[in-house]
């Protein structure tokens, strides 16, 4: 079946360590986005692809970083510069980067910190 | 700025009972908008979404939304709630940022069904 495979499903962050968060897909599709959820804020925009080798920032890029290098593949880093990254995080998809695409979503990365 | 606003953050309705939860969005223009439901512990799995064309759209799981353009709603409506439904709702909103993908998501609304 095709779908959005995110790994691991649960993931914990010792104090200055950087963690990636893998996020592949295969269901062909150009665009790649994360996600940032927390309680009672909905889902907020950290970096978004729309072709290989290509990013842009979303809304919360700050002490997260990403690569593009496969077009099924778009993983997450987070860093040591990212001070609150207890969250749950979400990797999406779309066929292409217009609007009348509706995205679909991994299973998410639980992050915590020890 | 373009925002999207559920104004409940959570509904508690009886398993048989009608739901409407509802989605206002900030934008001048006509936007896509699309609904998600998120089961605990899980990714967001599209309902439903409209463009253009008739204001009242169907989805799955026997959910439908109505797009009001002058009140700026699309509001989620389910005739008779299932004990399954219960669930976190998002509303999104696309097409208001060049033609770039990205989407605005509502806080979200927690639906809990009484048996």
């Known amino acids: 079946d095709g779908g959005i495979t995110q790994s691991p499903k649960y993931l914990f962050r010792k104090e200055g360590q950087n963690v990636t968060l893998s996020c592949e897909q295969n269901?062909?599709?150009?665009?790649m986005y994360w996600y940032r959820q927390d309680p009672g804020q909905g889902l907020r925009l950290i970096y978004y692809s729309q072709i290989v080798n290509d990013f842009q920032k979303g809304d919360i890029a700050e002490g997260y970083s990403v690569s593009r290098e496969k077009k099924e593949s778009f993983p997450l880093t987070v860093t040591s510069a990212q001070k609150n990254p207890t969250a749950f995080y979400l990797c999406?998809?779309?066929?292409?980067?217009?609007?009348?695409?509706?995205?679909?979503f991994g299973d998410g990365t639980r992050l915590s910190i020890l | 700025a373009q925002s999207v606003t559920q104004p409940d953050i959570h509904i508690t309705v009886s398993e048989g009972a009608s739901l409407e939860l509802r989605c206002n969005y900030s934008?001048?223009?006509?936007?896509?908008l699309f609904w998600y439901v998120q089961s605990p512990g899980q990714g967001l799995q599209l309902l439903l979404k409209y463009f253009s064309g008739d204001t009242l759209v169907q989805g799955i799981k026997g959910f439908e939304a109505e797009f009001k353009r002058s009140q700026s709603s699309f509001n989620l409506r389910k005739p008779s709630v299932h004990w399954s439904d219960a669930a976190e709702y998002f509303c999104?909103?696309?097409?208001?940022?060049?033609?770039?993908?990205?989407?605005?998501f509502g806080q979200g609304t927690t639906l809990q069904v009484k048996p």
């Open positions: 269901l062909n599709h150009d665009a």
């Open positions: 934008y001048g223009a006509t936007p896509y």
């Open positions: 999406a998809s779309s066929s292409r980067q217009t609007d009348d695409q509706p995205q679909h």
């Open positions: 999104a909103v696309g097409g208001i940022s060049g033609n770039t993908g990205k989407l605005i």
